[in-house]
């Protein structure tokens, strides 16, 4: 009777354990660029969970954002590293993720 009951918890644990919910955010944009250029970020989640929406932001100012993307003009920055982050909204909770590039 004990090992039934050890290969029933053990086989619940393995079904509960593959089921997560875990939302993991990768924001990719290009590291280097030259200025008058138009670079593209995009956040993507690993586990393709739903996401409601994405707010992008350059140097702490919001950008238009277009789905899971967003066209950054490199002309309006100017050279010099630039910060990058991407606010997901999914349900009940926000995560902000963060990355940077370089205009030569």
């Known amino acids: 009777m004990n090992k039934t009951v050890l290969y029933t918890y053990l086989v ?10 875990d939302y993991k955010f990768k924001l990719n944009i290009d590291k280097k ?3 008058n250029k138009t670079l593209s970020a995009t956040l ?3 586990n393709n969970q739903k996401v409601d929406s994405i707010q ?3 140097n702490g100012k919001s950008i238009k954002t277009e ?5 950054i003009e490199t002309s ?5 590293k630039h910060s990058v982050s991407a606010l997901a909204f999914y349900p ?3 995560k902000k993720t963060n990355n940077s590039f370089e205009v030569f």
Request: proline share 0%; charged share 10%.
């Open 12 to 21: 619940l644990l393995i079904i509960l354990s593959s089921c997560s919910k």
């Open 33 to 35: 660029t030259t200025l």
């Open 44 to 46: 993507t989640e690993d």
């Open 56 to 58: 992008f932001y350059i």
């Open 67 to 71: 789905g899971n993307s967003t066209s």
């Open 76 to 80: 309006n920055l100017g050279v010099g």
């Open 92 to 94: 009940g909770k926000t």
